[in-house]
């Protein structure tokens, strides 16, 4: 049975002055609900099929193949940003979540699947490639 469900993206102390958005997808670009010097936030939907075999993630905001599917948060000139030497893209997957997840969400009007990312890699620019050690969790809206 296929389900919109409610996400929620925090990037924790971004780059200063360097443009941040979540994919939409192959070339669309999702502003952010808020942005500060400390946190950018974002809010969107993807649609859940929750079968026997599992959960597969559907829509534009979830990116790759079935099994495998993230989100990608966009940065730079990726972001649509002209004055900027960054291009990157950083891929949250998706794979973690659970269906006990998705089933509270479900019971929980109000209720949504959130994550919080760093802004800024090891590199010092803006986090890119697969971002490790995000935890999805169940919020209250």
């Known amino acids: 049975m296929k389900h ?5 993206i925090n990037v924790s102390r971004p780059l200063p002055a360097v443009a941040m958005r979540v994919q ?3 070339g669309e670009l999702l502003e952010p609900i808020e942005a500060t010097a400390s946190a950018i936030s974002f809010e969107f939907s993807i649609t859940v099929d929750v ?3 599992g959960l597969n993630f559907l829509g534009k905001y979830a990116q790759g193949p079935k ?5 990608y948060v966009n940065s ?3 972001a649509g ?10 891929k949250l997957s998706l794979m973690s979540i659970t269906t006990e997840q998705i089933e509270e969400v479900l019971e929980r009007p109000g209720s949504r ?15 890119c490639a697969s971002v490790k050690g995000i935890t999805w969790r169940v919020a209250k809206g």
């Open 51 to 53: 079968g026997d075999a």
């Open 76 to 78: 730079g000139t990726y």
């Open 113 to 127: 699947i959130e994550t919080t990312m760093p802004g800024v890699g090891r590199d010092g620019g803006p986090t």
């Open 81 to 90: 940003q002209i004055d900027t030497c960054w291009s990157r893209r950083a």
């Open 4 to 8: 919109e469900i409610p996400f929620r």
């Open 24 to 26: 939409r997808g192959r």
């Open 67 to 71: 099994g495998q599917r993230f989100v």
